[in-house]
């Protein structure tokens, strides 16, 4: 089981991204998949994440600036982040979650938010 984030880069205070993941190696449709992140010196955090009923939870710092989606076809997760601040800055990993032992995660994506 594979997940390959893209996306991240480096975006100006106000600037938008688009994260992308997408899985390999089993069928994700019944997972829930979710972005985390962790800046320096922080703990992670979930930012966002889909039930496979599409339900959708989000960390209050990006309600509003950030959604989630899933595309099950293409066995991916998306995180659309509009309204970037300086301190969404860190490494967004790609999860997914059916059971405590089928818990994957992606190799993280930088995320810099600077002026």
């Known amino acids: 089981v594979q997940l390959v984030e893209s996306g991240g880069g480096l975006v100006q205070p106000g600037g938008s991204l688009r994260l992308s993941c997408v899985a390999s190696g089993t069928i994700f449709s019944m997972y829930t998949l979710g972005w985390y992140r962790q800046a320096p010196g922080k703990q992670r955090e979930l930012v966002a994440d889909i039930t496979s009923v599409n339900n959708i939870n989000y960390a209050d710092t990006v309600k509003g600036r950030f959604t989630i989606s899933r595309d099950n076809g293409w066995n991916a997760v998306y995180l659309q982040m509009n309204s970037l601040k300086p301190e969404d800055t860190a490494v967004y990993y790609c999860?997914?979650?059916?059971?405590?032992?089928?818990?994957?995660w992606g190799q993280g994506t930088q995320v810099t938010v600077s002026s």
């Open positions: 999860n997914a979650k059916l059971s405590r032992l089928l818990d994957y």
